[in-house]
């Protein structure tokens, strides 16, 4: 049918194209969203209502009031047909929509008004109103008449019980299915001309069949026929209605495909009812939280609260009768389903794993569970076997003791009671009183809440439920242990006949209930005694309507059938449940009743269990819901396993089938402890005491590794049995074993727990100290024992967790095949997670958290969850306080309560927040759930163990619920103390984070509505003892200004107390849960879902969860836990600022250099009124930068307001807003004098040109003229380009001499600088020779041996480190060679006077080398003997180029001055390098060139005291190292000078002389040698002359107005003679020299803006250089790879330099890699440039008018002005290249010029494309990889004791409001920095953690050389932040590092000795190093 919209004015809700039923039944279910909705209809009067059938008076009597409604409410237009339609009830919608077609909503009120005639009037007395028979009301059964019954679905009986015709359904137009099409369609109904109504026997009425027209073509047809066909369509229609129950219950979905699962119920409960589809959520929230109202309560809501209001209360008399009389009237009650369907449906659609604990929490709050499902949608029925297997009773036994045991292993005598026909009395009600004096609906019944609402689906339900008899017996009790059955409806009828076979079958006694009238019908009673076994007790009751009398007939029934029972040989009883005075009291009744049973009971001996009616149910086609492949598979498994358990008895379950987690590591667990507290060191040192312990726990890591690799049948399959993913079959499995499991439990511990009791009740009553003893160490045994025995799912988890953590700490002892198992254990484990299942955190047993496995696990969340919030709680409390059932409670969780255990250990289960706090921050619960305090098992440890668990739960939760039994504190002082103490010490974490743990209290068992009021001075005195607690916990802490509880928590006494009833309504075994108990702890649970949850400003994820366990739990372990628990947590959130900081930092710099360049486009195209344009661009370049400022201001600011951890980061606020003010004034003063620069620059080019204007005008003219006489000279000849540009190259270099220069001296910056030093060092010039030769030489021959042995085959032959040692014989053979090679090249250049050939000089140099390296080939093997010579050739010749240049004169020319220094070669011996090694030159000139620049920093100076200081005053070797600290700081300001100065000048030498002197004075002590100072001096000096060079050439060149000419015109110029030559039109002429210069601009523009772009993309893309933390573990790896010790080396002691290579690895890499064809990253950024700015100069081109009225001049004007800052294109420049071109088309002219631009493309494309690291770094002085260093290098200080370098990535972190000291994430041994013991001299191998923590002392100049505590290092060290802690070791990174090069190290510190080695560090490999960094 046509798609419906819904009637509501303003819904949009449109019905797809389905069936007319279905899309009635959606609008139904839609209709409901709208009862809340007022509407225009005025409150006076109602809106009437329309049935679907009527007489011709009641449609009269409808347009009346429809027209009065009308009028009233004013309604108009199209809304009279949405009111109209909303008058409709549900059938009469359906029908119109069938009949009308089309949208109803589009109808007009006419068309409806007649349709609707059409439907509901009919022939008088032709049928019976449809409500009158399908009534809503129950009738006097208990359950009332099912849907089928009401609608003639069965055959209706008389009182006797014979069957009766079958009537009619109703209904005007009848719903049948087409057999053609298989299609519903409705068929109006035709008179009966039969009578099929004749009057029945007594109390029946007539009855009027409606004739049925199946195909359209029977006009009339007898009731026969009709009643044919009505029977095959009932079972169709009864179908239909279970439908579109599903539907309006919104469950269809979870029918036939994905069922609901726990996590979905955790999601989407719902405790409020907006529409009928909320109902099953509802429900479900409900019982889940033992609510057991919550199964009949479907209609609690407010609206229903209303819609009965209105019934009941109005002073309308006609209002009062219509609700009695008029059926059709709309209620809200009427249209709900009954809450068994309900019950039903949401069983149906649950997971088989939900089903177990939705019947689980029906056991607890006493409700009856359906054991047998009728069918449902035309399936068989469904036996719930699987569903009860989880559910445990506790009963007492006949002996006095207690017993657990599953309801379906219970063997038990089953008592069913069923109905046969109508009875006056409720059954469901008769049975509640026998099971608890009615005192609780156990079975639903007609007088519980909506207990008249039809059936759909219940009808034929087995109900069952358990009996247990109470303590103090009643003549009126049962005896014993019954299971009670009921089945729903009539026992006779078609819905229950295969319940009521089954029920026969294994019932021990049937309870069946009819009516006296009804015994006469022997085709019953017949059918019923046939399916009952001779065996089965028969209790027949027999009730009597209340007006019927007793009389002789009825005796004479009963005696008939007293006979016919006797006759059949059935044992029976017949009770009547009335008297002579009338019916029976209900309390009399059921002592009859209940002494029958017990008669029947004691005669009987069938006792069967629940497992056991599996085989009567498959007799009957009752599907059991255990059948699955899946589960009987897993069965099987599960089967296996325990089989394997119990091979070899029950003693020892744990040690023989799971030993992993026993005795290895319990042990374990303990060393790992001391080895954090070092309680029993005694005289060890710290590093040899922790060694021997390691080695302990790693031997026990080594057997626990032997257990996994050895078969063991048990945990083999076990594991087999997880796979990657988590399967149906896998949970299954896990069900299975946990079933087992348990059950073992149970049977195994009662006797142990009552043998530990009689054991404890011994020792209280003996008097003899010596008979104590030894009892209480067999009470010991058997506590011990008593653990051993407890054996459940989490044991094997906890052996899993084991395995796991066994192979990560042996690592590659472990076999492949083991390695690949544990692998996946971590991400099935947390998938279970999601699944619900709780992760163990803390081993209960051995009292330890299994810290690998659990952070595994939480990795393998976070991969699955993302960075989801997560919302932690916990609950802390006294041991069986009730604290995991008030968790199960609050969010339906599953912790353990039974098989005989409590919680042992830390268990954490994680949940969905539920859509109803949708709009809360989090995303997720973890709910926290812990052992009991004051556990009495754990005896002495009592008190340590309490605080350890209270700790870590307070530690780790948001919020801890404090659990209180009963209303008397002093129940648990204890408790508060320890929970005072663990706030306490969270306080101490938190004061400068500004996090504060919550805790409410919950009273448990404190049932006064007025409690609050009562206990209010109980209360106060609470506070009193809270205060008391923190008091005495402050004095034992050492902070006794802590003495209110206030000041560790924000606790509101009137709001963070909270009274709970008590859990069970009555006494045990009977008492249901008490709905009290589920309203307060829900009542708790709203205040936590929004109150606190909301309140929260810091949010974990599982990440950051992981990294508080694990700092909280480090704490405790060695009982110290402040400082880690604040430096993980803090420095997340300073990582996190430093990481926005630098990208705001960085967004400010990009928009000002990306400023600055187009101003110096700007400025370069600007040639007058330069010194306004200095003031304006200064203030536009303000205005600009405040802009981007404001903008990082706010962004800032936001990240601090809106940030997760903006609670941590408000410390840091102010300081970094302060920084960021700093950084901005030094951008704008950088970037302000760099326009003033470009300025300054700009004049002396505008100068120069005014000189230069008529020798421009003169070359342009010889070069047309030199072009026309070519041209004549060639004629016909066609020169080549090459041709042409040989001869105008020759001609060019004769015009560029035409250019005057002014006069200028070359600038020679190595001679000026020799000449600065010996002025300087006049009378110590020998010194100074002396000092330059000794360094030059020193410096090659180092070079010349890392060469060798980077080239040598076989190391072990030759090292670098041998030189530093006593030499072998075959390296001091080397060695000589190297020096005789250094003697030979000084006496070539010193040969024959000073008058040595150029050319012969460095022929006879690399001819030594030649000789030198044969010498070498002798002696050594080499990978590659060429590249070797040339790095011998390199170096030789950098140690001639020093003499040689004083005995060379460089030939004349500009710049030659600044080639003298390339890398220290003179340039005649570059030149000769070149020709003698060609290209291999250049290769290994790139390989060696770090290392050559390397030589100009602070590493390659080596300070030596002897050389350099008075002996006497320096004593030791800290002293050394403060003075190599100061001289590194030196050459990092002297770098800083040597940046910022443009050009070389006297001064900035004299200021490096200055600087020097002034760090001598910083020495105070230490005084300096002459020679240091001149070796300082110079060797600065050397050091900066690169640079110095590189700037003085460039300012040179950039002066040079000759050179300027040539580089920017040499190409337009040629391009003008080529025009000329080739006679081009002048259009396409000019296009050619413009293009040309363009092309040249946009060369420029790409390279000023590449340094920026490149920036840009290298901090994106590349991790290694975000941030400084991320990147000095990636430079750690590399070190790691390349494996030398001269490179670790670099990294302790010069960091700067090696961070700085590691940057220009990184980016070269990154940029600079090719692969294949495919360009370099570079060339990419490169091309894409070349297409930005090309693309932008065509279309700004383009924009350019091409009128004919402008002239030449004009356009290019108009053209520079729209380019002044994109391009470098000064207009003289243009003017000058177009003089002399006469351009008829414009048009033409922008075509040429626009495709010749286009075509430069390609050759820019060339140029870049081969462009080298070194070119970029050439043409941008700030290039890619300066920028980056700034970024990524961070601050540069090391820490003073070790030099680990300080983490954080801003420089100037410390100064400054807020400022943060310096933090090392990690500390070294001390070893690295070159710390000694006094006395041994040995290396020290402790790092700066432990030593702080400890006694030790140290020694440093700062000092004064006298000792001082490491614990006091703040008073020499204040800017450094070093956390104390004992237990925190080296990492293996570093252990590695000094097992491999301690010697090397011990030698480099030349008065160290090598340190002794723990032998734990030698079995650590390269990839646990890898390992431990992180990556």
């Not at 492949?816 to 999601?834: D, F, V």
């Not at 659990?854 to 709680?873: C, E, H, M, N, P």
Request: overall charge neutral.
């Amino acid at each position: 049918m046509p798609t419906v919209k819904c009637p509501v004015p303003g819904c949009d809700y449109v019905t797809d194209d389905l069936d007319a039923v279905i899309v009635a039944a959606l609008l139904t279910t839609h209709r409901t969203v709208h009862i809340p909705r007022t509407t225009s209809v005025v409150t006076e009067v109602r809106r009437p209502t329309l049935p679907a059938t009527g007489t011709s008076e009641d449609w009269s009597d409808f347009k009346s009031k429809w027209s009065k409604y009308v009028d009233a409410a004013k309604i108009t237009g199209q809304e009279k047909v949405q009111h109209l339609l909303e008058c409709c009830d549900e059938p009469l919608l359906r029908n119109l929509a069938s009949c009308v077609g089309g949208t109803l909503t589009e109808k007009s009120e006419e068309e409806l008004l007649a349709a609707l005639k059409e439907l509901v009037v009919q022939e008088e007395n032709l049928v019976l109103p449809r409500d009158a028979q399908s009534s809503s009301h129950q009738d006097k059964n208990e359950h009332g008449t099912s849907l089928e019954e009401k609608q003639g679905n069965l055959p209706p009986t008389d009182g006797v019980g014979d069957p009766q015709p079958l009537g009619n359904t109703g209904q005007n137009h009848k719903e049948l299915l087409d057999k053609n099409n298989g299609q519903w369609k409705t068929r109006k109904n035709k008179k009966n001309k039969k009578n099929g109504g004749n009057a029945g026997k007594k109390g029946t009425s007539a009855k009027v069949l409606q004739a049925v027209d199946v195909q359209d073509k029977v006009e009339d047809t007898d009731s026969e026929s009709l009643q044919v066909t009505c029977e095959v369509h009932q079972e169709q229609l009864a179908a239909k209605r279970q439908e579109e129950l599903f539907i309006e219950l919104g469950l269809t979905k979870y029918l036939k495909g994905r069922k609901i699962v726990l996590q979905e119920v955790m999601r989407q409960s719902s405790h409020k009812i907006s529409s009928v589809s909320d109902i099953p959520w509802h429900v479900l929230s409900k019982i889940m939280m033992l609510d057991w109202r919550g199964r009949d309560d479907i209609t609690s809501t407010d609206q229903t609260v209303q819609e009965r209001g209105k019934d009941l209360v109005t002073d309308d008399m006609e209002e009062i009768l219509s609700l009695i009389t008029d059926n059709t009237s709309p209620n809200v009650l009427s249209s709900m389903p009954h809450p068994m369907d309900v019950l039903i449906a949401v069983i149906l659609c649950s997971s088989n794993f939900l089903r177990q604990i939705i019947c689980e929490k029906l056991f607890m709050c006493k409700l009856s569970i359906p054991l047998v499902i009728p069918s449902v949608l035309k399936e068989d029925p469904l036996f719930l076997l699987w569903a009860l297997r989880s559910t445990v009773a506790e009963f007492k036994l006949p002996g006095g003791g207690f017993c657990e045991t599953s309801v379906v292993k219970h063997h038990v005598p089953i008592v069913s009671c069923l109905r046969v026909g109508e009875i006056p009395r409720s059954k469901s009600k008769f049975l509640n009183e026998l099971l608890n004096d009615q005192s609780h609906p156990t079975f639903f019944h007609r007088d519980c809440q909506n207990g008249m609402n039809t059936r759909i689906l219940s009808e034929g339900a087995l109900e069952i439920s358990w009996y247990f008899p109470p303590q103090q017996l009643t003549n009126a009790d049962l005896t014993g242990n019954v299971v009670f059955m009921n089945l729903r409806g009539d026992g006779n009828s078609a819905k229950t006949v295969k319940s009521m076979e089954f029920l026969c079958r294994i019932s021990s006694v049937v309870l069946v209930m009819t009516d006296i009238e009804g015994i006469g019908n022997s085709y019953k009673m017949d059918s019923l005694v046939s399916k009952l076994s001779q065996e089965t007790k028969l209790i027949l009751m027999l009730m009597k309507q209340p007006k019927t009398k007793f009389d002789g007939e009825g005796k004479e029934r009963i005696t008939k059938l007293s006979e016919q029972l006797k006759f059949k040989g059935m044992q029976h009883f017949i009770t009547l449940d009335f008297d002579t005075r009338g019916e029976l009291n209900i309390k009399d009744l059921k002592r009859k009743t209940n002494a029958l049973i017990n008669r029947c009971l004691a005669e009987t001996t069938i006792k069967r269990t629940i497992e056991e009616c599996k085989e009567e149910a498959d007799g009957l086609k009752i599907i059991v819901d255990e059948s699955s492949s899946e589960c009987s598979k897993s069965q099987k498994i599960s089967a296996q396993v325990i089989e394997e358990i119990c091979r070899n008895g029950m003693d020892n379950l744990k040690a023989n089938n799971l030993p992993l987690q026993c005795q290895p590591w319990q042990e374990w667990a303990e060393l790992n402890k001391e080895r954090h507290r070092q309680k029993r060191r005694g005289n060890d040192s710290m590093d040899s005491y922790t060694d021997k312990i390691s080695n302990e726990m790693r031997k026990l890591r080594q057997r626990q590794l032997q257990l996994i690799e050895k078969p063991n049948i048990l945990c083999d399959a076990f594991l087999d049995n997880l796979t990657d993913s988590v399967s149906e079959e896998i949970l299954y499995f896990l069900r299975w074993l946990k079933l087992h499991l348990d059950e073992i439990s149970r049977q195994t511990l009662p006797s142990l727990q009552k043998e530990c009791s009689q054991k404890w009740s011994k020792i209280r009553e003996s008097d003899d100290a010596t008979k104590r003893v030894t009892l209480q160490d067999e009470l010991d045994k058997c506590e011990i024992k008593l653990a051993e025995a407890s054996f459940g799912l989490e044991h094997f988890t906890r052996e899993i967790a084991q395995a796991y953590e066994s192979v990560q700490y042996t690592g590659n002892e472990a076999s492949a095949k083991t390695r690949e198992r544990m692998q996946c254990l971590p991400s099935i484990m947390s998938e279970l997670m999601l699944l619900g299942y709780p992760l163990e955190i803390m081993d209960g047993d051995a009292a330890h958290i299994p810290m690998k496995w659990v952070q595994a696990v939480l990795s393998q969340l976070t991969k699955r969850i993302g960075d989801k919030k997560i919302f932690v709680l916990s609950v802390l409390g006294i041991q069986s306080s009730g604290k995991s059932t008030l968790l199960n409670t609050m969010f339906g969780l599953q912790f353990a309560v039974a098989a005989g255990r409590c919680t042992r250990g830390v268990f954490a289960q994680l949940l969905p927040v539920c859509t109803e706090y949708s709009g809360t921050k989090y995303d997720y619960i973890l709910v926290v759930d812990t052992e009991g305090l004051r556990a009495a098992e754990l005896g002495k440890a009592k008190l340590q163990h309490d605080n350890e668990i209270a700790t870590l739960v307070i530690g780790l939760a948001d919020v801890t619920i404090v659990n209180v039994k009963g209303e008397n504190v002093s129940e648990m002082e204890d408790v508060l103390q320890i929970v005072v103490h663990a706030l306490l010490k969270m306080s101490l974490v938190n004061k400068n984070l500004k996090l504060q743990p919550s805790c409410i209290f919950v009273h448990q068992n404190v049932s006064a509505q007025d409690a609050a009021q009562k206990l209010r001075t109980g209360q106060q005195r609470f506070i009193e003892t809270l205060d008391k607690a923190t008091k005495a916990a402050g004095k034992q802490e050492d902070k006794p200004n802590y003495t209110r509880f206030r000041q560790l928590i924000n606790f509101d006494i009137n709001k963070d107390i909270w009274y709970v009833s008590d859990l069970w309504k009555g006494d045990p075994p009977m008492a249901p849960v008490n709905p009290g108990y589920s309203e307060n702890v829900n009542t708790v649970k709203q205040k936590l879902m929004t109150d606190v949850m909301q309140n929260r400003s810091f949010h974990l994820t599982a990440d950051k969860f992981g990294a508080r366990l694990k700092d909280l739990w480090n704490g405790i372990l060695v009982q110290n836990f402040v400082f880690s628990f604040r430096n993980s947590l803090e420095m997340d959130a300073y990582n996190s600022l430093e990481r926005e900081f630098s990208d705001i930092l960085w967004s400010m710099k990009s928009s000002a250099m990306e400023w600055f360049n187009s101003k110096r486009n700007f400025i370069s195209n600007r040639e007058n009124e330069l010194e306004k344009l200095s003031l304006d661009l200064t203030s536009e370049c303000r205005q600009h930068l405040d802009k981007a400022y404001q903008e990082a201001v706010k962004r800032l600011e936001n990240y601090f307001t809106t940030h997760e951890d903006r609670s941590f980061l408000e410390q840091w606020r102010i300081n970094s807003t302060l920084k960021l003010k700093s950084s901005y004034g030094n951008i704008i003063d950088n970037v302000t004098d760099n326009v003033r620069c470009e300025i300054e620059k700009r004049k002396i080019q505008v100068e120069q040109k005014k000189d230069m204007i008529t020798y421009i005008t003169r070359i342009m003219t010889e070069a047309q003229k030199l072009a026309e006489q070519l041209r004549l000279q060639a004629g016909k000849t066609n020169l080549s380009e090459e041709e042409l540009e040989r001869r105008f190259k020759k001609k060019w270099n004769k015009w560029m001499k035409m250019i005057p220069q002014k006069e200028k001296e070359d600038l020679d910056v190595v001679q000026k600088t020799n000449d600065i030093l010996q002025r300087h060092f006049f009378h110590d010039l020998p010194l100074l020779e002396e000092v330059q030769e000794r360094r030059c030489k020193e410096t090659i021959r180092d070079n010349c041996v890392k060469s060798i042995e980077n080239y040598v085959t076989d190391r072990k032959l030759f090292t670098l480190s041998s030189i530093h040692l006593c030499l072998t014989k075959t390296e001091d053979i080397v060695l000589k060679f190297i020096n005789d090679l250094l003697e030979n090249v000084k006496e070539i250049v010193k040969e024959k006077d000073n008058k040595i050939n150029k050319g012969q000089c460095a022929q006879k140099v690399m001819g030594r080398v030649s000789e030198t390296v044969k010498k070498l080939k002798s002696v050594l093997n080499f990978t590659n003997v060429k590249e070797l010579e040339i790095c011998l050739a390199i170096f030789s010749c950098q140690y001639a180029s020093h003499p040689y240049s004083k005995i060379s004169k460089l030939e004349p020319g500009r710049g030659k001055a600044y080639e003298v220094v390339v890398h220290g070669i003179h340039p005649d011996f570059y030149k000769a390098l070149r020709r003698k090694f060609s290209h291999h030159f250049k290769e290994v000139m790139s390989k060696i060139e770090p290392e050559l620049v390397q030589q100009r920093t602070s590493r390659n100076f080596s300070f030596d005291i002897k050389a350099h200081t008075h002996m006497k005053m320096v004593k030791s070797n800290c002293d050394k190292q403060y003075i190599q600290q100061l001289i590194n700081n030196l050459f990092a300001e002297v770098q800083s000078i040597t940046d910022k100065v443009q050009r070389f000048s006297e001064e900035s030498i004299e200021e490096i002389i200055r600087m020097v002197a002034k760090m001598e004075r910083k020495g105070s002590n230490a005084y300096f040698t002459k020679c240091f100072s001149i070796d300082l001096v110079d060797y600065l000096c050397q050091s900066c002359l690169p640079k110095f060079c590189e700037k003085q050439k460039r300012y040179e060149e950039d002066m040079d107005q000759r050179l300027v000419y040539d580089r920017d015109n040499y190409g337009p110029c040629f391009e003008r003679f080529k025009n000329v030559f080739r006679q081009f039109t002048a259009e396409q002429a000019l296009a050619n020299v413009l293009s040309e210069r363009v092309a040249k601009a946009i060369e420029n523009a790409v390279n000023m803006d590449m340094a920026r772009t490149l920036a840009d993309d290298v901090r994106n893309n590349v991790s290694q250089l975000q941030l400084k933390p991320a990147f000095l573990k990636s430079v750690l790896r590399e070190l790691l790879e390349v494996d030398k010790f001269h490179e670790f080396y670099l990294y302790l002691n010069h960091l700067d330099f090696c961070l700085q290579k590691w940057v220009c690895y990184y980016i070269d890499r990154y940029l600079f890699t090719k692969q294949n064809a495919i360009p370099n990253r570079y060339t990419k950024i490169a091309f894409q440039k070349i297409e930005s700015f090309t693309s932008e100069f065509c279309e700004i081109m383009g924009q350019v008018p091409c009128n004919k009225e402008n002239s030449l001049t004009a356009w290019i004007e108009d053209l520079h002005y729209r380019l002044k800052d994109k391009l470098a294109l000064p207009l003289d420049d243009l003017l000058v290249l177009a003089e002399g071109y006469e351009i008829a088309s414009f048009e033409t002219f922008t075509g040429y010029f626009r495709k010749q631009v286009l075509e430069h493309r390609k050759t820019m494309r060339k140029t870049f494309e081969k462009h080298t690291p070194t070119d970029h770094k050439v043409t941008q002085e700030d290039n890619v990889y300066k920028l980056i260093a700034a970024e990524c290098k961070g601050c540069t200080e090391k820490c003073p004791f070790c030099s680990a370098p300080c983490s954080l990535n801003t420089p100037g972190h410390t100064e400054g409001e807020g400022g943060v000291n310096h933090i090392a994430v990690e500390h070294y041994p001390q070893a690295c920095g070159g710390y000694v013991c006094t006395d041994s001299r040995k290396l020290v191998t402790e790092n700066c953690t432990i030593l702080v923590a400890s006694n030790a002392r140290f020694r440093r100049r700062k000092t004064i050389n006298e000792y001082h505590p490491y614990k006091d290092y703040k008073e020499i060290y204040p800017d450094w932040d070093i956390h104390g802690d004992v237990s925190v070791e080296a990492t293996p990174y570093w252990k590695w590092f000094l097992v491999r090069y301690a010697t090397q190290l011990a030698a480099v510190f030349k008065e160290a000795e090598r340190p002794d080695i723990p032998s734990s560090w030698t079995h650590i490999t390269k990839e646990d190093a890898i390992n431990s960094l992180g990556l």
